[in-house]
């Protein structure tokens, strides 16, 4: 579908979201196997993949990735005290415990380490003290397993307890098998839902944690190449023209930033939308001046009150086929 849809549209198609774990490698090397056979067809069809392991909360309150575990979906979908009896019976606990370790999975299984779910904010004296935790240190002390313990915290907030869990596949070989993505042809950084998921996962400040993670984390990449694969391979892949490169004749797009502190701020809830809900927010670090069209925009952190921007018109400020 993917081929004759770049090749009937003369246009290239991006998809979302390659997920690497060293844990079920075949996944990963087939969808990028797909990619190549795109590439031999003639189609340009391209995969994001995100360089950092985007933080994301859960709840057993509401609908989350959690509803997703093979099997899960109907006990979590039902009325809050039936699905509160059905959570404290050990049976169900070790079906759905068992569900989730399955293959049926696939990808969320990395969302099964329980033991590296971190609590955040509990609503209820007996989870006093508990913010900020592991649950596999909870579980030690308390002598539990570490799902029994998760779910005996979630129960006692009536499963408002906000969870980060932890990444199963943050392991070495995962982030050498993602290294060695990057450099795949029709692999590319970045990722989007488009904003669907504003209060559960924030990836947008995975730009700065990468060049922090190139600069003093695991340095799987030069700075350089780090900077090109966020800006001149999305710009070039969208058509968008004299951007994404330092160049003379191109627009000064340009971020000022210092190595020795460049990062992102831990990720916090903020109630700034309409109606007063909420969002996950984190802002920058060592982020010194941004510039757009050669205007300052932003200097230490703040905003000049400068809006050069103007909207990108296809055709006009892209290089594009014509449709029709």
Not at 141 to 157: P, S, Y
Not at 162 to 179: H, N
Request: aromatic share 6%; charged share 25%.
């Amino acid at each position: 579908f993917m081929i004759r849809f770049s090749k009937a549209g003369n246009r290239p198609l991006n998809w979302n979201v390659l997920t690497i774990d060293s844990h079920a490698p075949e996944r990963y090397r087939n969808q990028l196997a797909a990619m190549d056979r795109c590439a031999e067809e003639g189609a340009k069809v391209v995969a994001l993949t995100m360089p950092v392991i985007v933080g994301m909360n859960m709840s057993f309150l509401t609908y989350c990735a959690l509803n997703m575990m093979p099997d899960w979906g109907p006990i979590l979908g039902l009325p809050l005290e039936e699905r509160m009896d059905r959570l404290r019976d050990p049976e169900t606990r070790r079906f759905m415990e068992d569900r989730a370790a399955s293959p049926d999975a696939g990808v969320f299984a990395r969302l099964t380490g329980w033991d590296t779910y971190v609590i955040g904010d509990t609503f209820s004296d007996e989870n006093d003290g508990l913010t900020g935790r592991r649950v596999g240190d909870i579980a030690a002390e308390r002598g539990q397993a570490a799902f029994d313990t998760l779910l005996d915290i979630v129960l006692a907030d009536d499963l408002r307890t906000v969870l980060w869990p932890g990444a199963t596949d943050a392991d070495p070989e995962s982030w050498e098998l993602r290294r060695q993505a990057w450099d795949h042809p029709s692999v590319m950084l970045g990722g989007s839902d488009a904003g669907a998921h504003l209060d559960r996962m924030q990836g947008a400040n995975y730009t700065t944690r990468f060049i922090a993670d190139c600069l003093r984390g695991r340095k799987l990449t030069s700075v350089e190449r780090a900077v090109q694969m966020m800006t001149q391979v999305p710009a070039e892949l969208f058509g968008l023209r004299d951007r994404g490169v330092i160049r003379e004749g191109a627009h000064a797009d340009l971020v000022l930033f210092d190595p020795d502190v460049v990062d992102s701020e831990l990720l916090t809830m903020v109630d700034d939308l309409p109606g007063g809900t909420s969002r996950l927010y984190a802002g920058s670090v060592g982020v010194r001046s941004v510039w757009v069209s050669g205007v300052e925009t932003v200097h230490d952190g703040r905003p000049t009150g400068s809006l050069p921007g103007a909207i990108i018109r296809s055709g006009a400020d892209t290089d594009t086929v014509t449709a029709g």
